[in-house]
């Protein structure tokens, strides 16, 4: 099972990250969110402390790149398989240190690889 994280999770509907997260539960993904404002997206904990997760296979980025430094060692930590970079997170620099850690680097959109089946 690809227990995912959607990191950047926003409460509003219209954003991409609730989308996905509404995708992914429709999919039946393990889905957790981690966000700035803790709330609930259909059913799923919207948690606003890393510390909250663990054993995570993917996490899909909802975050820019001039955001994404300051997570850099937390994200390594939770040593996931693999990190999506949504269209938006496009980041090189992010890319090579997951890469020289053994994590997949995906630069897709999380909704069409689950649309498409590719997820």
Known sequence: MKNTLVF??????????????????????????????????????????????QNIHTITLYIGASRQPEYYGEILKLAPKRVIFNPGTENPEFYKLLRDNGIEVEVACTLVLLATGQY
Request: no cysteine.
């Open 8 to 53: 950047g999770a926003s409460l509003k509907p219209s954003r991409y990250s609730n989308l996905a997260i509404n995708r992914l539960i429709e999919n039946d993904i393990v889905t957790q969110a981690f966000g700035r404002e803790p709330g609930e997206i259909s059913g799923v904990q919207v948690k606003t402390k890393l510390t909250d997760f």
